[in-house]
């Protein structure tokens, strides 16, 4: 992808077992440019939170992880580890599901910012203490300066996400990955992380993947989305082609389970089954004992890549789209 910010390519993570491997990610390719926000969406177990410690270097021994993942044309696999650690919060940032464990409950606020700007930042601490203060500010908590002095048990869960959106913006990185940043929130809280991120990725053309299972928050947030699957992504494009148009029948089924407000009354779906062992993925297209499209050819091959409109791409043998799909080159 030209210009991206994050490209991965081929990516691979496995972990050796006693009786058989497990393949968490088999074969990721995407990118997120700069100024976009990207969303990574599936039902847990399929991978999207592997894919975002793959991408900060993050994968516990003994993973193994091959392809290519690249960061402003900076390989990330293979990195030696202090190299790493520059990278992280320097140039990507991570902010996580849970906003209560994600601060150490004994400093404040303002010690854990004011610490982190000095670590990436030739800063002094007025200077970063300043830092903290603009961009606790940027992110629209009130008195930031009283906020600095709080110890984390002291903010609530929208603050501390807030907080830790601003932690993570205060060493300028060029790439957020924001693993269900809105889990842990109410609904109302939500709606405000959600347009935050939306705000800071227009004003400081910020790269944004975001990693969720909520396809309702995808189509409020995101500028193109890419479905996983069991270890694949099985679908992506623009968010417009894919919610309108969805190929891959898991991603109608996805959108099966999300309420949709105006659209009359419904009944809500359900898939049922369960996402396949990493160690016992299913052979063909992994996705065929749940789906009630699926066919022989299902079960036996797995599908190629199919052009389903621009810059809309399913991996499915029989696509459910409008358009006629054509073969990916």
Known sequence: M???????????????????SSSILRGIDFGVRQGEVMGLVGESGCGKSMTANACLGMVARPGRVTGSIKIEGQEVVGRPEAQLRTMRGGQVAMIFQNPMRSMNPFFTLGQQMIDVVRCHRSSSRSEAHSIAVSELK???????????????????????QRALIA?????????????????ALDVTVQAQIVSLLRRLADEKELAVLFITHDLGIVSQLCDRVAVMYAG???ESG?????????????????????PAVGRGARDLVSIPGHVPS???????????????????????????????GPDHV????????????????
Do not use: N
């Not at 148009?245 to 999300?258: E, F, I, N, R, S």
């Not at 299913?282 to 079960?299: I, V």
């Open 314 to 329: 399913t991996l499915c043998h029989h696509t459910i789209c409008d358009q006629q799909p054509t073969e990916a080159s």
């Open 2 to 20: 030209s210009g991206a910010v994050l490209q991965v390519s081929g990516l691979e993570v496995t972990f050796p077992g006693i009786v058989r």
């Open 167 to 183: 932690l993570a913006l205060a060493c300028r990185p060029r790439l957020l990955i924001a693993d269900e940043p809105t889990t």
């Open 138 to 160: 940027a992110v629209r908590i009130p008195d930031p300066e009283l906020a600095l002095e709080k110890y984390p048990h002291q903010l609530s869960g929208g603050q501390i």
């Open 232 to 234: 694949r992504i099985v």
């Open 278 to 308: 990493p160690a016992y993925v299913p052979p063909g297209c992994a996705f065929h004992d749940r789906c009630d499209r699926a066919t022989g050819l299902c079960e036996e091959v797995h599908p190629t890549a199919l052009i389903s």
């Open 238 to 258: 623009s968010v417009d082609a894919v919610i309108d148009h969805p190929g891959h029948p898991y991603t109608a089924k996805l959108l099966g389970t999300v």
